[in-house]
């Protein structure tokens, strides 16, 4: 719209809410008619400068997003660009149930509102990722991958009674995914899939700009997809011979302690004597391969190749513009790990036509791309 107004965007007052535009910086209530306004409007530009008579009603909106995890909580403001104004993270303290765990994402939420010096008046919507199987069209929470007692949880109508704005609920590895696609390693590319390789294996599929849910809205489940039909389970639970059970952290902290069970030569005691518990974490692995420890080296080769597998199957079924790789196992070890990924990946692909344009890359935004996600499809809820 001009008429010496500049260029304005019209956002519809419904039920005591503003639906903003995504890049809305200022609304002010129009005072000329030649500004096109009409009763029930406000008009909102898209630049930080004051409207026609200074008056803001309405300053930039964030929204917060909300990573939950099984051990902890990350909470971020991010803006319309996606960039985090802000974050905090708390310990989900999971054994405590629910409703303890709720409170704590409130916590999380205005710590990160404290550090980012705003108010609640500012967010314009909530975002969480959850990992397990969920129920986003109500915002409830079926189950919970690693979180007791989350069973039909109403997540989204308990978060409201912190903030009453739209809330929206979907899976951890989706969200994710958005994030990657929007402002990480997946700018600018219409179609790819991230795959996070941590304690287990989840992905988020992107398709024509948009996350992909499938018809029954599961789609994403790549860590049990069958690699090797008479493998093993994963550690966890799924299905037989997926690739959870054969290159997460879990089925590769198995390996490795059936290796040194069996006599296997390694630094891994050592390094775990020097930790002080016994927990192989993905930081571990990455030292002990700088060691060039040989049971270490072997086992990862070993779920490099299988997760090469993986992608040349995700390659040759759904052909994305890239393949994003994340999570804790492939932060810890980078390129080392992707590598092996990448040529087993293209040795596999059926088609080899344009091949070399496929690319096979590390995740960018690290343990921030959930809540960065959830954020975006937060803000992105509010102009459907």
Avoid at 91 to 110: F, H, L, S
Wanted: glycine content about 12%.
């Amino acid at each position: 719209m001009q008429n010496g107004c500049g260029i304005l965007t019209l956002a519809r007052i419904r039920a005591g809410r503003i639906r903003v535009a995504e890049d809305l910086r200022l609304c002010v209530v129009a005072q000329r008619e030649e500004c096109g306004f009409r009763p029930g409007w406000i008009i909102c530009r898209t630049t930080t400068t004051h409207g026609d008579n200074g008056d803001a009603i309405v300053a930039s909106k964030y929204a917060i997003g909300v990573d939950l995890g099984g051990t902890k909580i990350l909470a971020a403001v991010v803006d319309a660009q996606g960039s985090v104004r802000a974050a905090a993270k708390k310990a989900t303290q999971a054994e405590k149930g629910p409703e303890a765990v709720i409170n704590r994402i409130r916590k999380a939420m205005d710590e990160a509102l404290d550090k980012a010096k705003l108010t609640k008046d500012r967010v314009a919507a909530i975002g969480i990722g959850a990992p397990g199987i969920i129920d986003s069209v109500n915002g409830v929470v079926i189950s919970l991958t690693n979180l007791p007692g989350w069973h039909n949880i109403a997540i989204a109508q308990s978060l409201r009674r912190w903030h009453a704005v739209p809330v929206s609920l979907s899976n951890d590895v989706r969200v994710a995914a958005v994030g990657e696609h929007r402002v990480g390693a997946g700018l600018g590319v219409h179609s790819m899939i991230a795959v996070f390789v941590g304690t287990g294996i989840g992905g988020g599929i992107i398709v024509n700009d948009k996350p992909w849910v499938g018809f029954r809205s599961s789609a994403g489940e790549v860590g049990h997809m069958v690699i090797l039909a008479d493998g093993p389970y994963a550690p966890g639970g799924g299905i037989r011979g997926g690739i959870e059970a054969l290159a997460s952290r879990s089925a590769i902290d198995r390996d490795l302690r059936a290796g040194i069970a069996a006599g296997r030569k390694s630094v891994l005691p050592d390094l775990l004597k020097e930790k002080g518990n016994d927990v192989i974490t993905s930081s571990v692995l990455a030292k002990a391969v700088s060691k060039n420890d040989p049971l270490t080296i072997e086992v990862l080769r070993r779920a490099a190749y299988y997760l090469g597998l993986h992608a040349a199957s995700l390659i040759n079924a759904f052909d994305p513009e890239m393949l994003v790789y994340g999570g804790g196992v492939i932060e810890a070890l980078g390129e080392w790990m992707v590598a092996q990924i990448r040529d087993v990946a293209k040795q596999h692909a059926i088609n080899r036509t344009g091949l070399d344009k496929v690319k096979i890359v590390e995740a960018k935004l690290g343990e921030q791309a959930g809540a960065i996600g959830a954020a975006l499809m937060a803000l992105d809820a509010l102009k459907a």
